[in-house]
């Protein structure tokens, strides 16, 4: 449902079945909204960061399927026009779900604060998954924990509950969503068209441009800071769009990780699997591509295997209309971008694997879930009579920008992937990077491991089997 229209009664919503409003500043977070507006205690405050999954409660948006997403991040902003369900919207006719049964009679819980949220998650894992793997379990619960049960019962609760299957909850009629909604200073626009959204750019161009806010909610709570404007992203028709041809993925700027994870699986296996390890299911779904590129970060995860895999970025101002550049031209310096202060970033655009040609992405981080890379290294090659004719090496971790390792790249250029060319390629990286110590990893433990995946690159081609892991 849409509508072009300002809000005179504040940001509507479903919350736990009911049409409800709420008359604060679209800046307030969800998790305040829920806990001190509407007073439901059940969904939890722990790290405030996105971490720990104690505030995870279910969205539904655009009348996709529930997903588990963190309230402590999100703001009243993102729940104009959608259907929210917390913990106490579970049971039906005041009788508790199969999982709910399976957590309390299984000793899946003792202090029980983790509890609510591990709930949602797997409520929303089998919603979207009746019949889950046992990887699938692990990954609904790698943004969440809990410190004194253990994962152990949890994943038994879930099994059970799973096999004694869980009707999805009915869908609730979405309430129309506002062009506008202002209160106490603080205004949101939600443009629909990418006309509307550069104008809006162009008008404010201090104001906050919002996608999903897993990387704005945390620098928000870090620094208290308020948005007194916002331009949210979510219902720009041309951000949400995802284009398939048979050369290119086309990913609009508001396309979340969940999204692009269903799609690239089949053309991309390992970039699926490190798409899985971004963040967790929560910040999956609500996370974009857009944003992960805006924030540029050193050490974020979408850069090195788009830069390698050859995307392209789309840009647009209402001033200059579009343009388009290669992705590793975009990032400039420590979190400086082409990006001008009038610009939006539109999408994304991804070639298509072409046969003898290989791609490969591995991930370092300390923890192997909910972490964000130490180092990160992606690796496009083309090979022809077992000779590398074209290939493009980005990492992240290792400079103040993501970054293409081309003197890396060019001692493999013409040669079999043998020993010695990648030892003439390991060696050759001192000449493109010069990382820094920090207290994810020392400037000699990233030099060393960015060498080694060049080696686990080579092994992983051969067939030889390569764990993925944290190390
Ligand atoms: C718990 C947790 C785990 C995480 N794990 C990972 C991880 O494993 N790997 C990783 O790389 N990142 C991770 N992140 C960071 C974050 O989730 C990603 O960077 C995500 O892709 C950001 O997207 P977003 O839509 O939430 O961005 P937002 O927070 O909405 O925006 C981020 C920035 O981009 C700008 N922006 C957004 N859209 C546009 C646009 N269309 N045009 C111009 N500017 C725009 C915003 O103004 C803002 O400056 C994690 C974050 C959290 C909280
Ligand atoms: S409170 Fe920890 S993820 Fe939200
Ligand atoms: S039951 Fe205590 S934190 Fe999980």
Not at 157 to 163: D, E, G, I, L
Not at 209 to 225: E, N
Request: glycine residues 10%.
């Amino acid at each position: 449902m849409t509508s072009q229209h300002a809000s005179e009664d504040g940001i509507r919503f479903v919350l736990n079945g009911k049409a409800v409003s709420f008359a604060g500043r679209p800046d307030t977070t969800a998790l305040d909204v829920i806990r001190n507006h509407f007073g439901l205690k059940g969904t939890k405050e722990g790290c405030a960061e996105g971490d720990c999954g104690a505030c995870t409660v279910l969205l539904r948006r655009d009348g996709a399927a529930r997903q588990a997403a963190n309230a402590c991040i999100m703001t009243a902003a993102q729940l104009d026009g959608v259907e929210l369900t917390t913990v106490e919207g579970l049971k039906r006719d005041g009788v508790m779900t199969p999982l709910q049964e399976a957590m309390a009679s299984n000793g899946s819980s003792q202090c029980g604060f983790c509890t609510p949220g591990i709930v949602m998650s797997l409520t929303g894992l089998i919603e979207n998954t009746p019949q889950p793997e046992e990887e699938a379990i692990h990954d609904a619960l790698a943004g969440n924990l809990c410190r004194c049960t253990g994962y152990k019962p949890i994943v038994e609760a879930a099994r059970t509950a799973a096999a004694a299957g869980l009707e999805p909850a009915m869908a609730a009629d979405l309430p129309d969503w506002h062009s506008e909604v202002s209160s106490d200073g603080s205004v949101l626009h939600q443009p629909a068209t990418l006309d509307e959204l550069t104008a809006l750019r162009a008008a404010h161009p201090d104001a906050v441009i919002l996608a999903g806010g897993t990387d704005l909610g945390v620098a928000r709570a870090d620094y208290h800071s308020d948005w007194d404007r916002i331009v949210s992203t979510r219902r720009t028709r041309e951000l949400r769009a995802i284009d398939e041809t048979a050369d290119a993925w086309t990913f609009g700027a508001a396309v979340t990780w969940g999204e692009i994870l269903e799609a690239v699986r089949e053309d991309y296996p390992s970039w699926a699997t490190l798409i899985r390890r971004f963040g967790s299911t929560q910040i999956r779904a609500m996370g974009t591509v857009g944003g992960n590129i805006g924030t540029a970060s050193p050490i974020g995860d979408g850069p090195p295997a788009l830069i390698a895999l050859g995307a392209t970025i789309t840009l647009a101002s209402q001033a200059r209309g579009s343009r388009s550049l290669p992705l590793e031209d975009f990032f400039l310096d420590y979190r400086k971008t082409e990006l001008k202060s009038d610009e939006v970033i539109v999408s994304v655009t991804v070639p298509r694997p072409k046969p003898g040609e290989a791609f490969r992405v591995y991930k370092l981080s300390k923890r192997y879930d909910q972490d964000i890379s130490t180092v990160c290294g992606a690796f496009w090659l083309a090979m022809e009579d077992g000779k590398v004719t074209a290939c493009r090496f980005a990492y992240g971790g290792m400079a103040a920008i993501p970054k293409r390792a081309r003197a890396s790249e060019d001692k493999l250029l013409g040669q079999p992937l043998d020993v010695s060319a990648q030892a003439e390629a390991v060696a050759a990286l001192s000449e493109d990077f010069a990382p820094l110590s920090d207290w994810r990893g020392s400037a000699d433990y990233r030099m060393r491991t960015a060498g080694a995946l060049v080696q686990r690159l080579a092994r992983d081609l051969a067939g030889e089997t390569v764990e993925v892991m944290a190390l």
